[in-house]
């Protein structure tokens, strides 16, 4: 396996030995957007000069601003079932806990699309519990179906990405027919030892099965994958060395790796005792994390949910964080009820999608509702490709506006339009190649006459 629990545990030890001049030097290399090995991931860990961790802060800034420039992607989670066969200690949904269980009818997921459009959503997270009675992978795909068959008249959702147990290569190939955006799975934790502690019962706990589920993934020509961890299970230096040694495998066999790294943080849930975790991540560590993945994946995108609070959102999309959800629930239906129902976890950044979006427009974000990217082919390696080149600012910054204006004008009152078409004719100047320019002024008029889904 990939995976060597000893080998992480002497590398971590060993980078201690790493001088200030090494230090230097594999900062040196980040600031160069070249990204990092895993030991040399290892070494920026391991360090606790302050210099280094403020010059890991400057640089990870520096990447952030230089690929992504100062948009956001925006999306949100669409909960479709909380049944689960697993026995899994830090989740609401595990399968001991004594709850009314609830699977969403395909009416209920249009009345629940409904609402997520309406927020003004074109990108959806779709999760559910593991029950191959309840949620079987044809309930899945009749609700992939269900949410790319709505069209509304402010137009539609335009990727559904998908975040489900690890499967067979048969139903990834099903997923892949009916038009999945990313396969979204986290490791929770890559430390075996503390893997099989908190799985205790179910198909999850098998751990291989677990983590190669992107190998099959992969093989079935899925190759959007998005990872993550759950910070606080075991050793987070551990984990993030997981991610990357993860990361170089997939890039090895199959040419790409990761397209997103989610970064969630363990927090309270129904049955969850948080005094059990003895790896509980600060703030102040947490963002170091956050930075150093930034710098060993600097053309990845990064996903923090609403389990943050507004300040730490706020404060990790300064560093690395690419993506964004807005306006969530975490509950079966809860667009609908907005009202307490058992959940997987606690949400902390309660506002609404409506609010979040304003608050990123006053701080001079754009908030981007694009999809472009896997409707025209760009995914996987061909993605990696040009945002290596260098060339991902061509499309991504103007779609970004276009999606950003669209939104504007379907969702916004008169003194949001305003905001946002100062923000419109700041940006324009900025885009470099001068047909993309002028493709962008044009598309901005024709949305502007009732035009929709316009992207390059």
Known sequence: MFINENYIIDLLNNVKKTTNSEINEILDKAAEYKGLTHKEVGA???TDDKEHIERIFQIAGNIKRHIYGNRIVMFAPLYVSDYCVNRCKYCGYNHDNEFPRRRLTMDEIREEVTILEKMGHKRLALEAGEDPIHCSIDYIVDCMKTIYAMKFDNGEIRRVNVNIAATTVENYKRLKDVGIGTYILFQETYHKPTYEEMHMAGPKKNYEYHLTAFDRAMDAGIDDVGAGVLFGLANPYFEVLGLM?????LEKKYGVGFHTISVPRICGAEGADLSM???IVDDETFKKLVAIIRLAVPFTGMIVSTRESVEMRKELMKIGISQISAGSTVE????????????????????SAASIIDWLVDDEVIPSFCTACYRTGRTGDRFMSLAKSGNIKNVCHPNALMTLCEYMLDYGDQ??????????????PKIQNEQVRQLVIENIARLKAGERDLFI
């Open 277 to 279: 975790y003895n790896h």
């Open 415 to 428: 003194d949001f339009q305003n905001k946002v078409d100062k923000i419109i004719q700041r940006e324009i």
């Open 44 to 46: 920026l860990l391991m």
């Open 332 to 351: 079966v239906g809860g667009y609908t009820a907005r009202e307490h129902n058992n959940s997987q976890f606690q949400v902390t950044d309660n506002r």
């Open 245 to 249: 040694l993860h990361n170089e495998y």
